[in-house]
């Protein structure tokens, strides 16, 4: 493979950071993306510890993305008199640095998309693996030969269910749906954010960046979603149905949700997969390893994409043995970190009244002087679990061979 040209499906987050780190040692990248416009919605993203820094510092990102941080601080668990139960310090919720995953989204986008062909409002409808390539069927391009195919599709990936069978069997349901969009800023929130929760249901609202709007993210339980059952109607007619009658001020909330037109809507599911590669054919990001929410979705990706590319540019001639140690590598840092997602909803959303107040109860301990260590620890060990390999020389710009 002289200058290896890979599809990357998916402009979410994994695959236009891998696209930058190829496309600089000249590789040529197309990047399909089945919306017809970047898809900038989603609550507050986030990294903590020094993994997740040195791969933004190497990608010449820890300063833009201070630049654009949300600077939340704690977050109150209320009652339905409004008065705080607990608190949960900015570390856990928002890590070192916090951003809307919108204007990570932007970012990535504009620091590749001179040097990365980007197809919006396409989709692969086939993938056949030949010996030197993979023939890709387009919805609305012609059919085209490329070396290598990347899935960065996300949690419900369809170059995932092409490879690796029907989508529903790689993903654990964990009890839990979540709807997230941005609402008008009804609680006047500014810099902080407030979590109410009942069992079995919970919201959570942050100030965003506009002071006339917040983010809302509403947690209940329910059973897994079928692929046609996550349309923005659908979505506002189950946090009706979820709420209905729910105390403090959340009938505001799912009132104002009518007006909502960024609405994110899944369930709390983990992928597994026994292999992230098959053939020419790998998995990045949430399409992998993904877990909805308190996964660390985000970092996980842009580390991927890391570890993927490095081990690409490393042996460009020997995508198997890439793939092998890309997963290698990855595999037990990403599962440990995935834990996460089937934690978060009984956090929102405790299931029972013993449960909340256990919650209530363990972060004021937890918060208190004596157990701050521990606590930091807690929140940090999944992220910090990791060693990340050098690849300074694989990574070397290569602007000549363009
Ligand atoms: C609109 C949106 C809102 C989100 N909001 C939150 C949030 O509030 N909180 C949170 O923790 N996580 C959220 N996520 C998930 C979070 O972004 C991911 O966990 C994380 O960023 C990993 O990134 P990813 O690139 O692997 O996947 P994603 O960011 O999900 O990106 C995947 C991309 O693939 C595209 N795609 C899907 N199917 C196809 C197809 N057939 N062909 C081509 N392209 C396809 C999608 O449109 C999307 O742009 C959201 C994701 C999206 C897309």
Redesign the pocket.
């Known amino acids: 493979m002289t200058r290896p040209h890979v599809l990357v ?7 236009p950071s891998l696209a930058w780190w190829l496309s600089r040692r000249g590789w040529r990248v197309t990047l ?4 017809h416009a970047l ?1 900038t ?3 507050a ?1 986030d990294f903590r510890g020094p993994v997740h820094r040195a791969v933004l510092e190497r990608m010449g990102l820890w300063e833009a993305i201070h630049e654009r941080r949300t600077r939340l601080g704690t977050q109150a668990c209320v009652d339905a008199t409004g008065r705080t139960l607990a608190e949960v310090p900015a570390l856990m919720m928002s890590g070192d640095v916090e951003l809307q ?1 919108g204007d990570l989204c932007q970012l990535l986008f504009e620091r590749t998309r001179e040097q990365v062909e980007y197809r919006f409002g396409d ?2 409808t086939s993938l056949h693996e030949t010996p030197d390539g993979v023939e890709v069927g387009f919805e609305q391009h012609a059919p085209q030969r490329f070396d290598l195919v990347v899935g ?4 419900r990936s ?1 170059v995932r269910s092409r490879v690796f069978g029907g989508d529903d069997s790689h993903l654990r349901h964990h009890g839990f749906r979540v709807v ?1 969009c941005t609402l008008p800023n009804v609680l006047g929130l500014r810099r902080q954010g407030v979590i109410y929760s009942e069992p079995g249901r919970g919201v959570c609202v942050t100030s965003a960046r506009a002071e006339d709007e917040a983010r809302a993210l509403f947690v209940f339980t329910g059973a897994p979603l079928g692929p046609r059952e996550r349309s923005p109607d659908v979505a506002r007619e189950a946090v009706s149905t979820a709420f209905a009658g729910a105390g403090w001020r959340t009938a505001r909330l799912v009132e104002t949700l009518h007006g909502a037109e960024d609405l ?1 809507f899944d369930t709390i599911s983990s992928v597994r997969l026994p292999r992230y590669s098959h053939g020419r054919v790998v998995l990045l ?3 992998a390893w ?1 877990g909805t ?1 308190g996964g660390q ?2 970092p996980m ?1 842009m580390v991927g994409a890391y570890v993927l590319a490095g081990e690409l540019l490393a042996s460009p001639e020997a995508h198997a043995q890439a793939f092998a140690r890309y997963e290698s590598r990855l595999r037990p840092y990403a599962t440990k970190c995935q834990e996460g997602a089937s934690h978060v909803g009984g956090f929102f959303a405790p299931r029972t009244r013993a449960g909340l107040f256990l919650r209530n109860h363990i972060y004021r301990l937890l918060t208190t002087k004596p157990l701050e260590r521990v606590f930091e620890k807690m929140v940090t060990h999944a992220a910090t679990g990791f060693e990340l390999p050098e690849y300074a020389e694989a990574f070397t710009p290569q602007s000549d061979n363009r």
Do not use: F
């Open positions: 499906a998916g402009a979410g987050i994994a695959g399909v993306e089945r919306a898809r919605g989603g609550q993203v995953r989709s692969p960065a599709d996300g949690l369809n997230g994110y990001g949430d399409a993904g929410l979705g985000t990706a």
